[in-house]
């Protein structure tokens, strides 16, 4: 009954469209008609009753993908616990950055900084909107751009809360469990808001938002398997080189017949879903690229890791270097498609917390993540901090 109500709704949206439109050329009674389905009402009736269904747009949620070596470790929960308020503090300045600097509307800004709220839908609606538009050129140049290729995922102010889930088993044996953080988030309002931007007005908008953190506890070869298949032997200058060497046939250069092979091999592998989160996470991000000019959404690189010395050492073997340089960070951090990796160093008793696009790296002392006391965080603090990379203030 609920889907029939939900498609009674939509369809009262179209024929109230269509009976109140002033033209009688089809063409701009089916722009009439787009718009109307993208409209506030109808995202309304699209949430079927459902409060959750609802906030979720409000809800954020990255992954953090913990190394089971690290387990043992007596202050793996408080750096998991400071890892969410990372992703906070950097959420809370790239949604100021987006509605001071750039000029977006609070529901734009949602969107793009969203998770897992786009995908294929999305590029259809927008080749509609296109065609309808006679823009073919438009779409087809976006989406042929290597960059946004889809594959087969203000004033601050913070109040954080913290409700930690035990940790367990999910169907497939997968070790999980979540946090959660509460911000409020004032931003301007903007009069006559076109493709996103308007003119700022004196009032402003507090937006609440709950950053869900999913923890997924797994074993280094998951993560190895997850690394693979952006590995560095897979790019065309690697493998041309191979080429040249008789190490790969001309078949395997143009068609990546073994890259194909061996990707299914991942997927096989792939128990803990680590490569779904991926993948599912980039096609949700990219898919926002068409209908927000070419800007690809942040939750692409919402992962991150938390690693043993251990572990480090196999890592530093696939990257071919030590991670703890820059080139070979940044390699990591893309290959995995994160925000932050942490080294918890038992000998030395420290944290190393590496950061996507920012230089250096922040440390933080086992004896320091001990006396931390949850919800006493300054974010603007912490964010500082990270980027001058200094101790991060617990």
């Not at 308007?198 to 690394?227: E, R, S, Y």
């Not at 938390?306 to 530093?316: F, H, M, P, T, Y």
Request: net charge neutral; aromatic share 6%; hydrophobic share 40%.
């Amino acid at each position: 009954m609920a889907g029939i109500m939900t498609a009674l709704g939509t369809a009262s949206v179209v024929i109230n469209t269509v009976m109140g439109s002033k033209s009688s050329n089809p063409k701009e009674i089916a722009g009439e008609i787009y718009d109307a389905m993208n409209s506030k009402t109808a995202k309304l009736i699209k949430t079927d009753g459902s409060i959750t269904k609802l906030l979720g747009s409000y809800i954020v949620e990255p992954v953090l993908i913990v190394s089971k070596d690290t387990m043992h470790i007596e202050e793996l929960d408080k750096m998991i616990e400071t890892q969410v308020d990372i992703f906070s503090a950097y959420y809370m300045q790239a949604f100021q950055i987006l509605s001071t600097v750039y000029g977006l509307d609070a529901s734009v800004i949602i969107d793009l900084l969203g998770t897992d709220n786009g995908g294929l839908k999305r590029v259809i609606d927008k080749g509609i909107k296109v065609a309808r538009e006679e823009n073919v050129n438009y779409l087809d140049d976006l989406l042929s751009n290597e960059e946004l290729k889809i594959s087969s995922e203000a004033i601050l102010s913070a109040r954080p809360g913290t409700n930690r889930v035990t940790t367990v088993k999910d169907t497939e044996g997968t070790l999980r469990s979540m946090l959660t953080r509460s911000l409020e988030i004032t931003v301007p309002i903007y009069k006559d808001s076109q493709n996103g931007k308007g003119k700022k007005l004196d009032h402003t908008l507090m937006v609440p938002i709950t950053v869900k953190a999913h923890i997924i506890f797994t074993d280094i070869d998951q993560i190895l398997n997850m690394l693979n298949p952006s590995s560095t032997d897979k790019s065309f200058a690697y493998r041309l080189d191979e080429y040249k060497s008789g190490g790969i046939s001309i078949s395997d250069l143009l068609f990546a017949t073994d890259i194909i092979k061996e990707y299914k091999k991942n997927k096989i592998n792939d128990k803990d879903q680590l490569l779904n989160v991926i993948n599912e996470r980039t096609l949700s991000a990219n898919s926002k690229a068409v209908e927000h000019n070419g800007v690809v959404g942040y939750e692409k690189y919402y992962n991150m890791l938390i690693v043993s010395a251990n572990d480090k050492i196999r890592l530093d073997k696939h990257l071919n270097g030590d991670f703890f340089k820059e080139k070979y960070k940044q390699r990591l951090l893309e290959q995995a498609k994160a925000m932050t990796a942490t080294v918890m160093d038992e000998d030395y008793e420290r944290a190393v917390v590496l950061t996507k696009d920012i230089r250096g790296k922040s440390d933080i002392s086992f004896r320091s993540l001990s006396k931390r006391k949850d919800g006493k965080v300054d974010l603007n603090d912490m964010l500082k901090a990270m980027v001058g990379n200094r101790p991060v203030p617990l």
